[in-house]
């Protein structure tokens, strides 16, 4: 295998600029790197010098040039061999490396966008990625041209009237929208606190879909509970906050099924979790008066999950989340998959102390978790009954 630069590594090193979204904003003509022969090698290995340089000019063809440097030699005399290798066009570089097609695509969404041309950096710094959109470019560019026409529209995204683009289209293209919009929109055109794709809606000023509260009347003496049913209500995040029910204790589970067999316990009720989200319980005030009882899984993001609760109700208490339960329960330990470190500063003493055995991996050499429905019911109704 020659030490020499070829013709393929050539176009490597070009292809290397593409693949990182750099060639279209090379200064051209651009200079290669090419490693020649020596002067020993010149006499060692002359045939070998000869065919190298045969196949370097017979590559240049392909969108190369090639500058030749003398060179004298004691035992060969004088000979030409290439010295220098360039690409003097974006032409060149996109047929030396296969991607003419590519590159006129590419023109063509650059003369598309001209009326945003707050967008064309966007399109120079990620070239492939606008290729890879190229399809769907149209529509896009349509969306921002009525969202910039209609600033925070307060209306749902099914409600954007453009031929072609429906509601299920601008949800899936949220990501490379938001970028597009961040662009072209004025400053108090932005929710700024709002991002992701979850917030676009906020983001943007439409209308998002309202957020909903599960929850459970856990005393078949309640007012609300209705015979015959397992008091199971769903209401919107206004509804519950102005609720104000007769209760004393708030437990909030993550799971489902212990959400609707979670036992009867007087003056109480129970609510079905969101995960880190708790945008639709802030808001409720109440909540601030009543006993607040978290039930997640043991494990790094359960008391990270307890932790943010605390953020909205620094009275929030652990349930469940003990070490006695998580011991009491080895043989339902699974592995946590993709767990955190971060430091907890809302968690109290014996919460840290085990939050640091799971995050530092003191219980078992690989992370662990102890998820809340692998928990005996029999110690859940125990753990209740201890309550009161």
Known sequence: MTPWTTPDDLRTQVLR?????????????????????????LSERFDEVRNWAAALQQGSSKGYRLVQREVRHRVIGQNSLPGEAWVDTLADALRLIGK???????????AETQQHPTLLPWLQRQPRRALALADEWSKLLAIVAWVEAHLRPGIYLRQVDLAGVHSKFIEAQRGVLAELL???????????????AAQFARRYGFRDKPLRVR????????????PGTDADYTVSRQA?????PAVERVFITENEINFL???????????????????????????QQRRLHYWGDIDTHGFAILDQL??????????LMDRAT?????????????????DLPRLNDDECRLYDDLRWRRLRDEPLRLEQERIAFGHVEQAVAALL
């Open 182 to 196: 961040d662009l072209v929109l004025p400053a108090d055109a932005i929710d700024a606190a709002s991002s992701g």
């Open 240 to 244: 519950f906050a102005a609720l104000n």
């Open 215 to 226: 929850f459970r009347f856990l005393d078949p003496r309640h007012v609300a509970w209705v």
């Open 100 to 110: 003419v097609r590519e590159g006129r695509a590419f023109i063509a969404l650059l």
């Open 310 to 319: 605390r953020s909205h109700f620094a009275h929030a208490q652990s349930f």
């Open 326 to 342: 998580l011991l009491a329960h080895r043989d339902q330990w699974v592995a946590e998959p993709q767990p955190t470190q971060r």
């Open 17 to 41: 600029l593409w693949e990182r979204d750099e060639l279209l904003a090379a200064a051209l003509p651009l200079r290669l790197s090419l490693r020649a022969p020596s002067s020993s090698e």
């Open 261 to 287: 067999a979670f036992p009867v316990l007087a003056d109480s009720l129970v609510v079905f979790g969101a995960g880190y989200g708790f945008d639709a319980l802030g808001e409720a005030a109440w909540l």
